[in-house]
């Protein structure tokens, strides 16, 4: 008995010059797939855990890779990594983003990886959500119908579930840039440098002498989406930063975050890893040289 072998069809590729088009091209094929870089879709692609009819490449989408300064920069979703960390001004008002960004994958990822394929990837280890959130950066939602804005920390639903609705998709974000006083980093614990996160803290604290008067901490690869930790804010704000309150804020990590055990490492071992990059991160932006 003959069995037949059946070879899922090559999808269709379109690269469309301008958002209408992607939009048409979305309307006329709903299932179809936005490529940016690819590092993920072609990855999966490759690996069959999706047969999209079509894939619709936004590469030459010049719109979506703008960065524009201001109060509140603009940087558009389909500017590649490697693009950000050239990109001087910016980098000189948005440090965080630059250790992020320096840590995500290898010279040729982030050179066709994408800011907005990071985060529509909605992978709880993207590296750019952590620094994204504690900036408090607002997802800018585009459709035929028109534009929306969504608070970054409503963007991520679940691991690869976005706030994205059909015929929508990430045209940019819009971050404030932050007052002087504030600061902020980032910290990624792989199995090897360059590896995805096994845990990711960013921290950003706005300090008044030896006083913190805001604190805001957001992890990756610790819960089901990258998230704020609430409590951890909590435990820093007011307070002078002293042994005793870091060592609530590391106690305060580990009861928060809701890591899974993987092949990487087990959830106690990430819980572990949480606290002490909490800890590890404060202390870094409390040093004399960093203020
Ligand atoms: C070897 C390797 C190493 C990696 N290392 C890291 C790492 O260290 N850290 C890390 O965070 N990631 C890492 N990644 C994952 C990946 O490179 C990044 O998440 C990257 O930023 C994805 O961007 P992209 O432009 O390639 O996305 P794509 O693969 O093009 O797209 C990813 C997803 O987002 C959707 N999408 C893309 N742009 C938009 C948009 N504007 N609107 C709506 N949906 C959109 C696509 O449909 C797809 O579902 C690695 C990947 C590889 C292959």
């Not at 990594?81 to 440090?95: D, G, K, Q, T, Y």
């Not at 015929?167 to 360059?194: H, I, W, Y």
């Not at 819960?223 to 002078?240: C, I, N």
């Not at 928060?256 to 404060?282: F, K, Q, W």
């Amino acid at each position: 008995m003959s069995e037949e072998v059946r070879m899922p069809a090559s999808p269709e590729y379109h690269r469309p010059r301008s958002l209408e088009e992607a939009w048409r091209l979305l309307e006329a094929q709903p299932d179809a797939r936005l490529v940016a870089g690819g590092t993920d879709v072609l990855v999966r692609l490759r690996e069959g855990r999706y047969h999209p009819p079509a894939l619709v490449s936004l590469r030459r989408v010049e719109s979506l890779r703008r960065i524009e300064p201001g109060r509140a920069w603009t940087i558009g979703a389909g500017v590649s990594v490697a693009e950000l960390l050239e990109h001087r001004e910016l980098a000189a008002v948005f440090p965080v983003l630059v250790e992020a960004g320096r840590r995500l994958g290898s010279a040729q990822i982030r050179s066709a990886a994408t800011v907005g394929g990071n985060l529509c990837n909605a992978s709880p280890c993207a590296d750019l959500a952590p620094p994204l959130l504690v900036l408090e950066a607002r997802a800018l939602i585009a459709s035929a119908a028109g534009e929306r804005e969504v608070p970054l920390s409503e963007f991520f639903l679940g691991p690869r579930r976005t706030a994205l609705g059909p015929g929508e998709l990430l045209s940019a974000l819009r971050v404030e840039a932050p007052p002087a006083g504030a600061r902020a980093t980032f910290l990624k614990q792989g199995r090897v440098r360059m590896d995805i996160a096994l845990a990711s803290v960013a921290v950003r604290l706005e300090l008044e002498g030896a006083r913190c008067v805001e604190a805001r901490v957001a992890a990756g690869s610790l819960a089901p989406t990258p998230t704020r930790l609430g409590e951890v804010e909590a435990s820093l704000a007011g307070t002078e930063l002293d042994e005793a309150t870091l060592a609530r804020a590391r106690a305060a990590a580990e009861r928060e975050v809701r890591p899974i055990t993987d092949v990487r490492a087990s959830a106690d071992y990430r819980r572990h890893l949480a606290g002490a990059l909490v800890v590890r991160a404060v202390r870094a932006l409390t040093r004399p040289e960093a203020r």
